[in-house]
């Protein structure tokens, strides 16, 4: 499945903050360089939905904060369930 989120490096905690607008909105501690931003998004999606680490990938948006992930082994009654109804349309 994918989905699209909005990450904010640097923030407070690593944690998923909801939908904003078509996007999951994800904030992690880590600095947005050498891909750790990205490394920490990946771990915190995987964490909350009880897969891999490896079953995250960015597909699109490697240096944005705007990025599109694939997510391996979930559907979306997965994502609905963990983080809640996404905006009407969306999947």
Do not use: Y
């Amino acid at each position: 499945m994918r989905i699209g989120i909005h990450v904010t490096p640097k923030s407070g905690r690593d944690e998923v903050a909801g939908w904003r607008g078509g996007e999951l909105c994800v904030r992690v501690t880590a600095p947005p360089e050498d891909g750790k931003a990205n490394a920490a998004a990946r771990a915190v999606l995987a964490t909350a939905l009880k897969v891999p680490k490896s079953g995250v990938r960015v597909v699109r948006g490697e240096t944005a904060r705007h990025k599109q992930v694939e997510i391996e082994g979930v559907g979306p009654d997965d994502v609905c369930r963990v983080f809640g109804e996404p905006p009407a349309g969306l999947f």
